[in-house]
């Protein structure tokens, strides 16, 4: 009964195996840049790109249909144009750079539901808002695999620069570390994993499954490292729950997958070993027998 249950799918079913290498690609990579992105003070600013995809993978819709590479070429500029264009008109105006990107991210969000409600049908909008796991082709997927290898190298080549940054940026400077150089690879990895991530979770589920894990590893990892190692983990694990469980009860796996990591992070915030709420206010229980 279990092996019906947890097996069976990917034994029967060749789209469940591929959407379970999707899976287990988006979370190896979704550990790091979550918990950077929560150390950096960005999660909002994850989210916001992610909504700034849209108008570019609408452009590339709206001109080729439902053409892969179009539409990630398509998002990647645009994620890429509102991040830089944030960041200008915060330093040339009084303009705060949080509000000069909700600014952009809303008129971007806007813009890609227009577009593609001139060209598509409804079908066609929430395939991109929501994605389409199940349905994933060998394109996507190894355009997700390509993008999660690139990913890990490059963090592995900038992650002592990050982690420094993150904690005593005062001290990169003094040393003359490449901060700047590190900030702006993060970046490009983040609009390339929100690009990759489209087709598996769509525009507005992809950012949630680098941010809920993240949050939810804070609560029980004290280091950086057992952070992203448990970050990675926890996605790994909604992301297959997640899978399972939008086959089994018909449901869209993206937001399947999502709200599994929303109910880990729940359970972090309640009952985490650092800071968790139970923790917080009965500090003896745990020492009961």
Same mark, same amino acid.
């Given at each position: 009964?279990?092996?019906?249950?947890?097996?069976?799918?990917?034994?029967?079913?060749?789209?469940?195996?591929?959407?379970? @290498?999707?899976?287990?690609?988006?979370?190896?990579?979704?550990?790091?840049?979550? @918990?950077?992105?929560?150390?950096?003070?960005?999660?909002?600013?994850?989210?916001?790109?992610?909504?700034?995809?849209?108008?570019?993978?609408?452009?590339?819709?709206?001109?080729?249909?439902?053409?892969?590479?179009?539409?990630?070429?398509?998002?990647?500029?645009?994620?890429?144009?509102?991040?830089?264009?944030?960041?200008?008109?915060?330093?040339?105006?009084?303009?705060?750079?949080?509000?000069?990107?909700?600014?952009?991210?809303?008129?971007?969000?806007?813009?890609?539901?227009?577009?593609?409600?001139?060209?598509?049908?409804?079908?066609?909008?929430?395939?991109?808002?929501?994605?389409?796991?199940?349905?994933?082709?060998?394109?996507?997927?190894?355009?997700?695999?390509?993008?999660?290898?690139?990913?890990?190298?490059?963090?592995?080549?900038?992650?002592?620069?990050?982690?420094?940054?993150?904690?005593?940026?005062?001290?990169?400077?003094?040393?003359?570390?490449?901060?700047?150089?590190?900030?702006? @690879?993060?970046?490009?990895?983040?609009?390339?994993?929100?690009?990759?991530?489209?087709?598996?979770?769509?525009?507005?589920?992809?950012?949630?499954?680098?941010?809920?894990?993240?949050?939810?590893?804070?609560?029980?990892?004290?280091?950086?490292?057992?952070?992203?190692?448990?970050?990675?983990?926890?996605?790994?694990?909604?992301?297959?729950?997640?899978?399972?469980?939008?086959?089994?009860?018909?449901?869209?796996?993206?937001?399947?997958?999502?709200?599994?990591?929303?109910?880990?992070?729940?359970?972090? @915030?309640?009952?985490?070993?650092?800071?968790?709420?139970?923790?917080?206010?009965?500090?003896?229980?745990?020492?009961?027998?």
């Amino acid at each position: 009964m279990l092996a019906d249950l947890l097996i069976a799918p990917f034994v029967d079913f060749a789209f469940m195996r591929r959407a379970l @290498v999707a899976v287990i690609a988006v979370a190896l990579v979704a550990g790091p840049l979550g @918990v950077f992105l929560q150390l950096r003070r960005m999660s909002l600013m994850g989210d916001a790109l992610a909504h700034a995809i849209l108008p570019g993978v609408a452009i590339g819709f709206f001109l080729f249909g439902l053409d892969l590479w179009a539409m990630s070429v398509g998002g990647l500029v645009a994620c890429l144009a509102v991040a830089l264009l944030s960041g200008a008109v915060a330093r040339l105006t009084a303009l705060k750079e949080d509000t000069s990107l909700a600014a952009l991210y809303l008129v971007s969000l806007a813009s890609g539901v227009l577009i593609v409600s001139l060209r598509g049908s409804t079908r066609d909008l929430l395939h991109i808002l929501f994605g389409s796991l199940l349905s994933i082709g060998s394109d996507a997927l190894m355009l997700v695999a390509a993008v999660t290898i690139l990913s890990l190298i490059a963090f592995a080549i900038i992650y002592r620069t990050l982690v420094v940054e993150c904690f005593d940026p005062m001290f990169l400077r003094a040393v003359g570390g490449k901060g700047a150089t590190a900030h702006m @690879v993060f970046l490009i990895l983040i609009a390339l994993n929100l690009v990759a991530a489209i087709q598996a979770l769509g525009t507005l589920m992809a950012v949630g499954f680098m941010i809920l894990p993240a949050a939810a590893s804070r609560f029980w990892a004290q280091s950086v490292a057992g952070m992203i190692a448990l970050s990675s983990g926890l996605a790994l694990c909604t992301g297959l729950i997640g899978l399972l469980g939008s086959y089994h009860l018909d449901l869209p796996p993206g937001p399947a997958i999502v709200l599994m990591a929303g109910l880990a992070y729940a359970g972090s @915030v309640l009952a985490g070993r650092n800071g968790g709420l139970l923790r917080r206010f009965f500090p003896g229980a745990h020492l009961q027998h």
